[in-house]
Structures are given as C-alpha cells and as structure tokens.
C-alpha cells in the first residue's frame, strides 16, 4: 500500500472533510470533528504535524504503534508516515492537530532549528506522555495560535505565532528529558551518535555497492574500540553494535516495503545484500515474518 501524499494545509482539511483552512500555511483542526468516511488509511504529509490526542488506539507512527487512550503528543516531519491499521474509531477521539507548512518557517531562525528537535525524527520512537498541568499548559499555546490566526492577519502576526511555536517546543523538549528519567530511557552520546550514523548510512544510495556497515566500521566513526563499544550498548541498551546495525537495517527495510513496490529481491540489493535470501533469512529472524508477509499485513 503506497501511502496517500498530502501537499498543502488545503488539501488536509479537504481530505478530511473540514473547512477551508484560515491561513494557507498553518492550521488547527479539531479531532473530533474527523470521521470515519475517509478511505485514506496512511498518508505523508509534505508539512509539519503536531498533534494531542486521546481515545484513539491501533495508530501508527512510521512503524511505532501507539494507544492515545491516556492523552499523547506526536511529532511529525515532513515524508513521515502516519496511519491507522484499520481499528481505531475516530468517533471517540479528543484533541487537536497542528499543521504548519515548512514555507511558514522560511527566513525565520525556527526553519533551521526545528530540524534540530529529536521529537520531530523516528528516533524518538514513543510519544510524549503529558501530566494535566503539561497538558493544560500546551492546550494554551495552541489557543493563543488559534487566536492570532483567526483575527486579522498584520505584519506581526508570523512573528507572535513563531514565538508560540518555539515555546511549544522548548516545552516538549523539557516534558522528553522528564519522560526519559521517570522511563528510565538512556540518553548517551555515544548510542545518540551510533544512531545518527546508522540512519545516515542506510540512507545513502550506493549500499549495493558499499555492502552493510561493519561492528569495526561503526566502532572507528566513533572512535572508540569495537570491545568498549560493545560492552557500553550492552549496559545501555541490553543489545550488541551487531543487533543495533541489524534493527537499523530492519527498520529502513519495513520502510521500503511499506512505501514502495519494490520486489524483496530489489530492496536486498539496494540495502546491500548479495543474496535475497540473507536478507529474507535475517528478516524473518528479527520480525517472525518473511517480508512478503510483513507488506501482507501492512497492506
């Protein structure tokens, strides 16, 4: 199933059966004012997302299920996946989303900043588990956006929205660092480093050619021994470099099966694999699906 591509605020609210938007490059919509008649089950949006929900369960966020039972924020980028396996009942859901366009950024120091928030990439792989007070505390960011868009637009009003946006997030980033304490989820530099290096490595476009990254390939980009390195992901994480290389590769396969038609035997090749069977083999071990199976299930 190749995921429905949304282009413009516009076409988000169109889709979504709502009225035209107030501004072009930024929107609020309600939730609950969605419905089930949309036969839209997974799209990627070509704008920034951000959303507070409750009540709606079986969503997807890239391949992260998450259950928005309790009240959860979400962050999107733009080329992110966001769908629903077909459970959930958009009827009981409670929340707001907000889209803003990344041209709503431009020249602005948030256009370049916004990039830099971890909430905004897959790597944050749960979302963002609000108290009431933190919760009541983003419900009055995004009414005050809400209010600036609704009256009359004047020369400030990019300016006042932007500040409301970055206070957002400074406040997102600050709930994060308390979640990753009271989860007791390990931020180190190096494993932060080790991801960054995995993702920009699967992304390349020659992995046919350069094969898969090496345990001693990682190690010497990060400058540390292949032993040390090791043993630092086992404390940290309970997982070996070789696991941590294997679940990155998964995860940019379950990508391309999900997002594209290419054969198994095209996306081995083009991930670095040989033989489609080594790949298929190792897939199945990780997932206890072929992948075959898994875009089965995905479709």
């Known amino acids: 199933m190749i995921p429905y591509s949304v282009k413009s605020i516009s076409e988000i609210h169109r889709v979504a059966g709502l009225e035209k938007p107030l501004h072009p490059l930024i929107s609020i919509i309600d939730v609950s004012k969605l419905t089930n008649d949309t036969k839209v089950k997974a799209v990627v949006f070509d704008f920034y997302a951000v959303s507070l929900k409750r009540g709606c369960d079986n969503l997807f966020y890239g391949q992260q299920k998450y259950d928005f039972d309790e009240g959860l924020m979400a962050f999107m980028s733009p080329g992110q996946i966001l769908r629903g396996d077909g459970g959930e009942q958009i009827s009981n859901m409670e929340g707001w989303m907000l889209f803003i366009h990344p041209d709503f950024l431009w020249n602005t120091p948030l256009a370049k900043k916004i990039k830099q928030y971890e909430f905004f990439r897959y ?57 990753f304490i009271t989860r007791k989820i390990t931020n180190h530099q190096i494993l932060a480093r080790l991801e960054d290096i995995l993702a920009n490595y699967f992304n390349q476009k020659d992995l046919s050619l350069k094969g898969l990254p090496t345990v001693q390939f990682v190690a010497d980009r990060l400058n540390i021994s292949s032993k040390y390195l090791s043993s630092l992901l086992k404390q940290l994480t309970g997982q070996s470099t070789q696991q941590h290389i294997h679940e990155k590769l998964i995860e940019k396969a379950k990508e391309k099966l999900s997002t594209t038609d290419l054969s198994v035997s095209e996306i081995a090749y083009e991930l670095g694999f040989e033989h489609s069977q080594s790949f298929s083999k190792l897939f199945k071990s990780k997932t206890d699906q072929s992948p075959l199976e898994f875009r089965m299930d995905f479709n």
């Open 123 to 179: 790597a944050v792989n749960e979302a963002l588990f609000l108290s009431d007070k933190e919760e009541t505390m983003m419900n009055g960011i995004i009414q005050n956006i809400k209010n600036e868009y609704h009256s009359n637009i004047d020369k400030f009003s990019q300016e006042v929205i932007i500040a409301q946006l970055e206070l957002m997030f400074t406040y997102a980033k600050r709930f994060y660092e308390r979640q």
